[in-house]
């Protein structure tokens, strides 16, 4: 729907970060648009009241809306920042396992040490989902240990970045070409890599079907996938993180106009915006829609007037991780403390301090609206962070960064306002930061 065929967009800006977008067989092609299933059965969770039997249990992924502070879930198909469907998507808790898979084809071959270097770039990925879900997520991953021979040319799966059905028969003809050495009864996750001579496979879109729509392999429906290409060489390990983010139901943060700035919304601020940011934490909301983070751990606001807290860094466990303010029926303003974590980078474009930013559940996946249209230019999007400082650029750091890197409060008596919320940095102790935030 968003990913026009003739993407010109330069590699910098590579469409590495599709939108995974579930289909079934209702899945109809319009002049080249897929869209999605107008309902998808399996797909909506209800946007209705919140279940008592959800509670608030620590750590558990849910479907349904339980917080005040939580965002209707909008009924479609694709990702959203409500509450995750996890009958389609797959829980980001516990221990996942993925297996990699290795293919070749008839007209495509690897060269010499190409496997072991995939397995040694990857073997990096599984410690960011550690670190970001404070232990809650244990990816483990699996590599095979040989190629696997797809018996076609790889041109047969040209359409496997706009077309679920070729992706999937892509996904199909791979476990099958595994098959024979791999149990699939295993896997939650299977991750198709190429090589780098197979160029039909220029990006790395990631694949969820909905329950009956999947590959079975071993007894086993296999409805998670991600089919990498070779933005991998650009982006390095992380964008296994960004796909299998999309696995897990996260949006993507960047604009699917390819004639906006790409990465207005968030900048380098949460790893579904730009996978090569200094700041590839993902947001406490997107933590707090995984499980990873307690309601206990969100200061909920629903009412006016004022009120202090204290915020302790979103790298690391323990405490409050945000205020989030519900502003409307589906749009929320959160407030956190983005101290340097491990998963940062230290340096000029990591300006340490109190991020806010907005969230809603009006328009889905890289902004894209009801019914699949693209985003205008400007928004708005899934997430969008409150600039300290419109119009005034870090120009020493990335083009996709420089806009919001200094978007924080970094000295006590910094204050945005947005929406009728107005956020202070108050007072700092420590690595935590007290803010006052008013709600008129
Ligand atoms: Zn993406």
Redesign the pocket.
């Known amino acids: 729907m968003s990913e026009p065929a003739n993407d010109r967009r330069s590699r910098r800006r590579m469409w ?4 995974v977008r579930v289909r079934t067989a209702l899945a109809v092609v319009v002049a080249g648009v897929l869209l999605a299933p107008a309902v998808p059965a399996t797909a909506a969770s209800p946007a209705g009241a919140p279940s008592a039997a959800g509670g608030s249990a620590v750590g558990a992924a849910r479907s349904t809306l339980v917080s005040p502070c939580q965002l209707p879930t909008p009924a479609t198909g694709w990702q959203h920042e409500g509450p995750t469907n996890y009958a389609t998507w797959l829980p980001p808790s516990g221990t996942v396992r993925g297996i990699v898979l290795f293919v070749d084809f008839t007209n495509a071959a690897p060269v010499a040490g190409e496997l072991a270097g995939r397995t040694s770039m990857f073997s990096a990925a599984p410690n960011v989902f550690t670190q970001a879900s404070y232990g809650a997520l244990n990816l483990q991953l699996t590599f095979d240990t040989a190629w696997r021979h797809i018996l076609q040319p790889h041109g047969n799966f040209a359409g496997y970045k706009s077309s679920f059905t070729t992706q999937r028969s892509y996904v199909a003809a791979a476990v099958a070409a595994a098959n024979a050495a791999i149990d699939f009864s295993s896997y939650q996750i299977v991750y198709v890599v190429p090589p780098k001579s197979a160029t039909t496979f220029d990006i790395s879109p ?1 694949w969820v079907a909905a329950p009956g729509g999947g590959v079975t392999a071993d007894g086993v429906e296999l409805r998670h996938a991600v089919t990498f290409g070779q933005d991998v060489d650009y982006w390095g390990y992380k964008i296994l993180n ?2 299998t983010g ?1 696995l897990f139901g996260l949006p ?1 943060l960047y604009s699917y106009n390819n004639a906006d700035s790409i990465h207005r919304a968030v900048g380098g601020w949460d790893l ?1 915006g730009l996978i090569s940011a200094s700041a590839p934490d993902l947001f406490a909301w997107h933590k707090w829609k995984a499980g990873w983070l307690t309601d206990s751990q969100i200061d909920c606001r629903t009412t006016t007037g004022s009120a202090s807290t204290v915020l302790t860094p979103l790298g690391a466990a323990g405490g409050t991780k945000a205020v989030v303010v519900h502003t409307g029926g589906n749009t929320a303003v959160v407030v956190e403390n983005r101290q340097v974590s491990t998963l940062d980078v230290a340096s000029g474009c990591f300006q340490a301090g109190v991020l806010v930013y907005r969230v809603t559940t009006a328009v889905f996946s890289g902004g894209a609206w009801p019914g699949g249209n693209v985003p205008p230019i400007g928004g708005p999007f899934p997430v969008e962070v409150v600039d300290r400082t419109p119009g005034l650029d870090v120009t020493t750091c990335s083009a996709d960064e420089k806009a919001l890197v200094n978007a924080t409060l970094t000295t006590i008596g910094h204050t945005v306002t947005y929406g009728g919320v107005t956020v202070q940095l108050t007072n700092t102790l420590g690595n935590d930061r007290e803010v006052s935030v008013t709600v008129v």
């Open positions: 590495t970060s599709l939108s990631a960004h796909e999309h993507d579904m």
